[in-house]
């Protein structure tokens, strides 16, 4: 959720590195402490807007992590499902995962996945989950944090 804004978010779906997004990635093998991205590791942004006809539905698409020692297998489109909401002062997004799409988990290993994100708006400035801007978070699972699932 992002509240404090003024000014309406701006999303462009074939610009999603100038757009107000929420990039995220996971390791469903989480090897502590790897500092280069295996196939196990994914990178997705989220645009709260910007899809569809009238470009008011959320985007959701995978990305490949640079520097990894080998890409990840790609998600299936329609795989992953996203909702936005447009509020008065911001947006909220929400994101669902299928059991598909994490690619590489097992669930008789520990249930653990590597996990971060980083939220990009360009009214807000940058929020990231485990670690600042001065990590290579982006391509390096090292400073990631790790996601305990429960049952």
Same mark, same amino acid.
């Given at each position: 959720?992002?509240?404090?804004? %003024?000014?309406?978010?701006?999303?462009? #779906?074939?610009?999603?590195?100038?757009?107000?997004?929420?990039? *995220?990635?996971? #390791?469903?093998?989480?090897?502590? +402490?790897?500092? %280069?991205?295996? %196939? !196990?590791? $994914?990178? !997705?942004?989220?645009?709260?807007?910007? +899809? +569809?006809?009238?470009?008011?539905?959320?985007?959701?698409?995978?990305?490949?992590?640079?520097?990894?020692?080998?890409?990840? %297998?790609?998600?299936?489109?329609?795989? =992953?499902?996203?909702?936005? #909401?447009?509020?008065?002062?911001?947006?909220?997004?929400? =994101?669902?995962?299928?059991?598909?799409?994490?690619? &590489? *988990?097992?669930?008789?290993?520990?249930?653990? @996945?590597?996990?971060?994100?980083?939220? !990009?708006? $360009?009214? @807000? +400035?940058?929020?990231? *989950?485990?670690?600042?801007?001065?990590?290579?978070?982006?391509?390096?699972?090292?400073?990631? &944090?790790?996601? #305990?699932?429960?049952?």
């Amino acid at each position: 959720r992002a509240s404090g804004r %003024r000014r309406p978010v701006g999303c462009d #779906e074939g610009r999603y590195g100038a757009s107000d997004a929420v990039h *995220f990635w996971r #390791e469903t093998r989480h090897p502590y +402490g790897a500092p %280069r991205a295996s %196939r !196990f590791c $994914h990178r !997705f942004y989220l645009l709260p807007t910007g +899809g +569809g006809q009238r470009r008011d539905e959320p985007v959701i698409e995978q990305l490949m992590i640079n520097r990894a020692r080998e890409d990840a %297998r790609r998600v299936r489109p329609g795989e =992953l499902k996203a909702r936005s #909401e447009r509020r008065v002062d911001g947006y909220l997004v929400e =994101l669902f995962l299928p059991a598909t799409a994490l690619g &590489g *988990f097992d669930p008789a290993e520990p249930p653990r @996945l590597g996990f971060t994100y980083a939220v !990009f708006d $360009h009214e @807000l +400035g940058t929020q990231t *989950f485990a670690s600042g801007g001065e990590f290579p978070y982006d391509d390096d699972p090292s400073p990631w &944090g790790t996601l #305990e699932l429960v049952r």
